[in-house]
């Protein structure tokens, strides 16, 4: 590896991204996928079985992944309705204690149905618009007008402003204002990581 004097600007970046990440592989643990909250652990411990015979190739073993398959979608079901059944003898046992408000937000969460979004637009004339080929065809031809090249007088800018460089503090500051858990960018480096790591 060359001395970090003679490594020029992008090698150095390249570098400290390395370095970044395979610190970053040793030392933050790795977010666990949002589950519905129903779902057991021996289930999940199926789905990683059959994960696990995916990876592997599922040629060879596919009457013992269709098998696994199987088993998944039995012990989903049976974990719903255990689920179901518990929050049952909760609203139940909140109703006994008088404990409305809770019992109806509990309700309204077991009840709630996501429905889908309606599928209509207007056209120019104000004339609704449902088959999905109608509607692409207007959202095309509002694009189309929205992006159009309009003319215009001569517009180009004769003089042009250096912006001054970022202040440290303003650096700084925009590191605060990002949220950690966002994705990271093409560099791969986690925001969490850029934080942590201190100047």
């Known amino acids: 590896m060359a ?5 020029g600007p992008d090698e150095l970046a390249t570098h400290a991204q390395q370095i970044l990440l395979t610190t970053a592989k040793n030392r933050i643990p790795k977010r666990k996928a949002k589950r519905q909250p129903w779902i057991s652990n021996t289930t999940l411990e199926l789905i ?3 994960r696990n015979l ?9 009457i013992l992944y269709k098998e696994k398959s199987r088993e998944i979608k039995y012990s989903l079901k049976k974990d ?3 689920y179901i059944e518990d929050q049952c003898k909760e609203m139940e046992e909140m109703h006994a204690q008088h404990k409305d408000h809770t019992l109806f937000k509990h309700a ?6 996501l429905k889908p979004a309606p599928k209509a637009i207007k056209d120019k004339t104000g004339k609704v618009l449902t088959e999905n080929i109608e509607i692409l065809s207007r959202w095309r031809e509002y694009c189309r007008e929205m992006y159009k090249a309009k003319q215009t007088p001569d517009t180009t800018i004769t003089d042009m ?3 001054p460089e970022p202040l440290i503090d303003e650096v700084r500051w925009a590191f605060k204002q990002i949220r950690n858990g966002k994705s990271p960018g093409n560099d791969e480096v986690p925001i969490e ?3 942590e ?3």
């Open 3 to 7: 001395v970090e004097e003679e490594m």
């Open 48 to 50: 990683e079985e059959r």
């Open 54 to 62: 995916k990876a592997g190739g599922i040629t060879q073993d596919k």
């Open 80 to 82: 719903k309705k255990q």
């Open 108 to 113: 309204r969460l077991m009840t709630t149905v």
């Open 161 to 163: 402003e250096t912006e």
């Open 193 to 195: 990581l850029i934080k």
């Open 197 to 199: 790591g201190g100047e």
